[in-house]
C-alpha cells in the first residue's frame, strides 16, 4: 500500500520560517495537497496540486513536491499558524493522508 | 457561499448501524465528486470513500469495504453514510467534504476544498 510520512511535530519561532515534509514513494510523480485542522474545527485545504493556493489562503504558505518528498513551507510563521497539518496524495483510486505534523509556535 | 452540513452522528453499540447524512448549499452539487473522511481520537485524518457525480464510481478504503456504503440524491443536494456492523475503530468525527469536478486515475489529483463541521460517531456498550 502507499504511505504518507510525515514527522509527529515540528516548532517555529514566531516570525521564522517552518518546513514540514511529506515523503512517500515516488511522491514526486503524483499531486500533493496539504491542509490544516485547528482543534474543534474542520480540516481548512491550504495547498493542492502540490503549489496552488485556494483563493482566501494567505501567500505565506507554499507547496512543492519533487521526488519522494513534499514541503509545505510556512513564511513569516505567526502564532494563529499552530494547528495539526496534514499531507495528501491519491494512489489508483485511493486517497491517502500523511500521519499529520503539530506545528507548535514558541 | 459554498456550505456543506453533517448530520446523523451519536452512540451506537458494537455491531450496530448509522446513517449519516451530509446536506450541501451554494454551489451546483451535481457537478462534484463527493467524499466522507474522519477523524478517530488521537490519530489523524483518514479517508473513508469517494462517489462521482451520477455515483457510476465509488471508493471506499480497506478499512470500511464490505460495511460502509457511500450514496447521494443529486434532486436534494444530499450526500449518505450508511454504516452497517460498525466496530469500537469506527469511532471518530465524520466529515463531508467536496471534491474536484474532475477525477481520473492517470491525472490523480484529488482534493477536498470545503468540509462540513463534522459529525461525532461513537461505537460503544
Known sequence: SFDLTQPPSVSVSPGQTASITCSGDKLGNKYACWYLQKPGQSPVLLIYQDKKRPSGIPERFSGSNSGNTATLTISGTQAMDEADYFCQACDSSSVVFGGGTKLTVL | ?125
Open chain 2, 1 to 125: 457561499e459554498v456550505q456543506v452540513v453533517d448530520s446523523g452522528g451519536g452512540l451506537v453499540q458494537p455491531g450496530g448501524s448509522l446513517r449519516l447524512s451530509c446536506a450541501a448549499s451554494g454551489f451546483t452539487f451535481s457537478g462534484y465528486w463527493m467524499s466522507w473522511v474522519r477523524r478517530a481520537p488521537g490519530k489523524g485524518l483518514e479517508w473513508v470513500a469517494n462517489i462521482n457525480q451520477d455515483e457510476g464510481e465509488k471508493y471506499y478504503a480497506d478499512s470500511v469495504k464490505g460495511r460502509f456504503t457511500i450514496s447521494r440524491d443529486n434532486a436534494k443536494n444530499s450526500l449518505y453514510l450508511s454504516m452497517n456492523s460498525l466496530r469500537a475503530d469506527d469511532t471518530g468525527v465524520y466529515f463531508c467534504a467536496r471534491g474536484p469536478t474532475y477525477y481520473d486515475i492517470l491525472t490523480a489529483s484529488y482534493y477536498f476544498d470545503s468540509w462540513g463541521q463534522g459529525t461525532l460517531v461513537t461505537v460503544s456498550s
